[in-house]
């Protein structure tokens, strides 16, 4: 073996060889790296012997003017001459001050990339000749001039063939180094204005009602997509780091982590492995759901960092990732993550071994998945109802062919109504649309429908029949990802022979190819009631069907259900009792009080449903005490708007709300801040914020700010302006309620 | 059972002119198997039933049945029903969407409710 011809491929042999390993030097070498290079043996004291090591090739190897430096690494990485820094470690040549400090790199070992190449990356993006670089274990060891540590730190993480490397010190570095990376860090503006903006990024991905940090397709996002992250793969491995890093820093202990995030959705991040997000492991050690749909996972290498973390993991997906087509894939899994129940949306047969702490596990008592269907009826069996949900609708929607004869057999009947008349969600006219024509020639309405020969012909019965009136209807989507969409009931039935479920399950669905206006696809909310029975081989078997479509409706008349914890009797508040008629004081039940509650709130202020909803539930629905927050919460400076504990909306017409950045208005507003003008801005929805953007208002009678082309209001006639950076507008549905 | 959706009209129309003028009626539509969910609450047995439909907080109340389907359950003797419609509840003016499912099961000559699956669908 010589240094030229000992070429990357052999690593693997030399590590298990223990050949390299010899060469492993304490510090006390530093000084005298080239010590060893002879290959004999070790000299330090605290060197390890280790049987069976073969001595290195002599230096005679050395091509002639090679540094004679390079030595320990010439077993793994060509020979170079032109480091642009020849690090003054050769006899007679003085030694920076401080001395060496040993450092050491990993995170290529399940990369293509051989050492050397790791090694002249490095080398090339630290602009520093490594000294005696050596592999040892899983690391590659090399030494750098102690002054040169902070900057080469900041290397670490960097994105190299797929992967980031881990750069750290061997040791703890001395006190004088380490203040003189933290000040480096904490000065630079460039990073606090990193942190800022993901800090806003993770709080408008932070969806509380379900406790899930949705950093799915970040690189769409509006801020960061401004930001250049995604601009290159260096940039990029560095944001998911300090991403993490952001998040962990939001919390204060375990207990608050747990509690405030369930799941963590990192879907369609075109992520290669987990490394650069293998922390989330460390923040959310007690994560529920995870997903990392859609990104481009082969190997269960590239899932390693999070082997054995997350025990108490209950679901996982990986749909869209090449790994699901490895033979064993779920057993796998489940290998790896004991706690799982679902993987991909389908249950595991079997229940994940009972841990003694989590009582929540265990068949029977299954906690919510905020990835999937969430129930807020009354569910008699409920993992076989997600079961069914959740494989059922993907599937409908997908291929309706193979939809119908998977679950459906010649007994099975299925029949459509529409209800024309039901209302629209208020000031929703985006993804509405009143056009019928596709469903109407099927529908069974029998307060309609008069004809008895009519009414019989338009039950199908048999997947054929069925599947004819399924052709005539529009494409649909429906995202059982979004339990806020949903709302069902389940009820074990028996009678005669027949021992089933009962379904009634009621959402909303999109119409990819139907277009309502501005481009977004039209909703319809649906109701649907299946009796599903077992079909003998595991699977289920659709008996009944009745679908019921009407208008897009929204969600909220169950979100008050899912979102809200069970609310005290709401108070009659004196102002309602004067104000409103005695009956409408004694409501139905808990539920239905809210939702008059709300209408009345909306009457009153002019809030839209959602944002009346979640002023009473910011005041203990106390209609009175919703009443004064929203008069006390209007802003002299922004105008009318109601102001949360975690933020502010605004409300005007329901027309379009604005993220703001909370640096820019922390003496108004507390923390993040929501607003909401009365201008046109829906149609710049998810558009992408511009720094110095200037939001202000009068301060009498509301914001009469102006939209800009760009997508921002500015207001110059009002007494003050507040200066807002960046501001981003969002969307409706991505507010965190 | 040849004509499943005549009698399921009999029956929508039977009961929701019961509930809109006379709820302690509709008691005998029930059996102690019966369920009832209203919204996320669930109650068995017919009096518990009737006497959970009696207590609902409002004087008047007007059903407007906007769609109505109906299927024969399996074995042939049972009927699913499935009704929509608006729900004005005392003077609100603004009506209430609501979903109802039922499971109707033959008993002697006539059905009886076995489910009884009610749910508000709009946002107020």
Known sequence: MTGRSSLPANLGRNRAGGGIQKRRQSARLDREGDLDMSGQAPTGPRARPISGAKPRPARSNTAPGQKPETGPSKGFRPVRSNARHPVGTVNGIKQPAGGFIEMKVSGWKDLKATNSETILFLERRLKEKLRRVRPVGDNIMFQVPLVKVPTILEFDGIKFAGGNLRIQPVNELPASIQAAIKPTVDRSEEAQQLASLLKNVLQSRYVAASKMLDLSALGTHPQLQGSGFFDQDSTRAKMFPAMMKVADEQFTNRAEKRDSVVSVNLASNTLNDISMV????????????????????????????????????????????????????????????????????????????????????????????????????????????????????????????????????????????????????????????????????????????????????????????????????????????????????????SYEDTVGMLLTVHGEYEEPENVAMEGVASKRSFTRTFLVVPNGAGGYLVRRDMLLVRAYGGSSAWQAETLLPQPAAPQAAPEQAANAPPQQIAVLDPKEQMLQMIQQLMSQTGLTPKFAEMCLEQTGWDLAKAMQAFNEATDPVLGRCIIYPDGCFKQQNDNALFYINPDGLMDKLPNSAFVCTNNAIYTYQASVTTNNTTVGAGPEGGPQGVVEPEGFPTQTTGSTVVNVEPCVEITLEDAPY | MSDYSAVAEQFITYYYNTFD?????????????????????????????????????????????????????????????????????DDSPAPLSFAQTFILLPEGGSYFVAHDIFKLVYPA
Request: glycine share 4%; aromatic share 10%; hydrophobic share 35%.
């Open chain 1, 278 to 493: 293998a922390s989330l492991a460390a923040t959310f050690p007690e994560l529920k759901n995870l997903s990392l749909e859609n990104n481009n996972i082969t190997t269960f290498k590239q899932l390693e960092p999070w082997r054995f973390k997350f025990r108490k993991l209950e679901q996982l997906l990986l749909t869209g990732n090449p790994i699901t087509q490895l033979p064993n894939y779920r057993e796998d899994c489940r290998k790896w993550w004991k706690s799982l129940i679902m993987l991909d949306n389908v249950y595991y047969p079997d229940p994940p071994p009972a841990s003694k702490n989590d009582h929540s596990a265990g068949p029977g008592s299954f906690p919510p998945m905020p990835l999937m269907i969430q129930p807020s009826g009354v569910i008699d069996d409920q993992d076989h109802t997600n079961e069914f949900l959740s494989t059922f609708f993907p599937a409908f929607d997908t291929d309706r062919k193979l939809c119908v004869q998977t679950f459906y057999n010649n007994q099975s009947m299925f029949s459509i109504s529409v209800n024309v008349s039901a209302p629209r969600l208020s000031g929703d006219t985006k993804h509405n649309i009143q056009k019928w024509d596709s469903y109407i020639p099927k529908s069974r309405n029998m307060v309609r429908l008069r004809n008895p020969t009519a009414i019989k012909d338009r039950c199908a019965k048999g997947p054929t029949a069925i599947q004819k009136i399924w052709d005539t209807l529009p494409r649909t989507f429906h995202d059982v990802t979004d339990p806020l969409k949903w709302n069902y009931d389940s009820k074990n039935i």
């Open chain 2, 21 to 89: 003028s006379n709820r302690q009626g509709l008691s005998g539509l029930y059996r102690p198997t019966s369920l009832l969910t209203f919204e996320s609450t669930q109650t068995q047995g017919s009096a518990d039933i009737t006497e959970k439909l009696v207590s609902l907080p409002f004087q008047k109340v007007e059903h407007q049945v906007a769609t109505k389907d109906a299927q024969p359950l399996p074995g042939g003797s049972g009927i699913v029903v499935l009704v929509t419609g608006a729900l004005k509840v």
